[in-house]
């Protein structure tokens, strides 16, 4: 067993489940092909009108777009109308407190209340990534995969620093597995008015760690990771890619920055095209070690509470779906992960670029 000290949670390590028979066999399933699908070029009146749009820098005059960033049509949350710092009637950020409630007549009012409600407000974005029916961020060229990190800033700096809400996060899910509903390559954005019970325990983790210890987490991870060498994946000047001890999922890779830095969205542009260009390079490998897997990743940016905390040190979850979560992680909370975090490492370096 090996302790997750972020999380506070402890991951079994067994390589012998791999060993495992199985009935079943994988068939990815069957995509659009670029006359249905509504994020490719030609399509745009199938989805809402993008709030960005992002262009080739080489092109000279208008040009066809490269990045698009639209609100979903089906979003998570209500969308939240701000002015002047003041929420709009009818949308707002409601106090924790401030709730209605199910509860029922007959019950004491200093009671433990087990039906509270209340609204959730904020923004549903999708990023796409391209206007060609491509499947993987692996396929885009240098410019376009840099063009989608700067997107994800863009719009992180918006919801985060403009509109002031509590939380955002920009993730990615590929393939079927991964909670893909398109195969078209695309990213996602959810910004919410309230900070989710888990990242709050990660704030209060990485203040723990600062407050025992006199400095940030993720910096002594990065100086213990590239000190023992075996987790290591690949490097930048400024970034470092690892599968860390206590991986939970087989596979798992965080991308942090070596320095510190609470915030993805105060990247400059040269750091912005390093971290795209090695979060490229680590899809493609993770690609050629499992052809056709699905995979999802994170960014972790710090909260609008922790923007220029020195506790707080955003990162990059990318992970690919080979194993699923199962009876016994959902009873306990315990992850099993079959290959160990080391193995994986090996065979990530191996895998050519």
Aim: net charge negative.
């Amino acid at each position: 067993m090996r302790h997750d000290w972020l999380a506070d949670r402890w991951v079994i390590i067994a390589p012998q489940r791999t060993q495992r028979p199985s009935d079943f066999v994988f068939r990815p399933p069957l995509a659009l092909d670029d006359q249905d699908c509504p994020f490719c070029f030609g399509h745009e009146m199938h989805t809402p009108e993008a709030v960005a749009c992002y262009h080739s820098k080489r092109s000279s005059g208008p040009s066809q777009w490269k990045v698009r960033v639209v609100p979903n049509k089906f979003p998570a949350v209500n969308a939240a109308l701000r002015c002047a710092g003041v929420l709009a009637e009818g949308a707002g950020s409601v106090l924790l407190d401030d709730i209605s409630s199910d509860r029922g007549h007959g019950h004491h009012d200093n009671s433990i209340d087990l039906f509270r409600r209340r609204e959730l407000t904020g923004g549903h974005e999708v990023i796409v990534e391209s206007p060609k029916h491509l499947q993987s961020i692996s396929q885009l060229d240098r410019e376009t995969t840099q063009l989608v990190f700067m997107a994800y800033r863009d719009r992180l700096h918006y919801w985060l620093d403009e509109r002031k809400l509590a939380y955002a996060v920009v993730f990615k899910n590929v393939g079927l597995d991964a909670g893909a509903s398109l195969s078209h390559t695309h990213s996602q954005l959810i910004a919410t008015d309230i900070l989710p019970t888990d990242i709050q325990r990660s704030v209060d983790r990485m203040q723990h760690f600062a407050d025992k210890e006199s400095a940030c987490l993720f910096c002594r991870m990065a100086e213990d990771e590239l000190e023992q060498g075996v987790r290591v994946v690949e490097q930048t000047p400024d970034f470092l890619a690892f599968c860390p001890f206590a991986s939970r999922l087989p596979s798992m890779l965080t991308i942090i920055p070596k320095q510190h830095q609470s915030a993805f969205q105060m990247l400059p542009d040269s750091q912005l095209e390093q971290l795209s260009w090695l979060t490229h390079r680590l899809v493609r490998r993770l690609e050629r070690c499992y052809p056709e897997t699905a995979y999802n990743f994170i960014i972790h940016t710090a909260p609008s509470c922790q923007r220029h905390s020195s506790s707080f040190h955003w990162r990059l979850e990318l992970f690919p779906r080979i194993t699923k979560v199962a009876g016994f992680e959902w009873g306990s909370d315990c992850y099993i992960n079959p290959v160990s975090p080391e193995n994986a490492a090996s065979s990530l370096r191996a895998a050519g670029v």
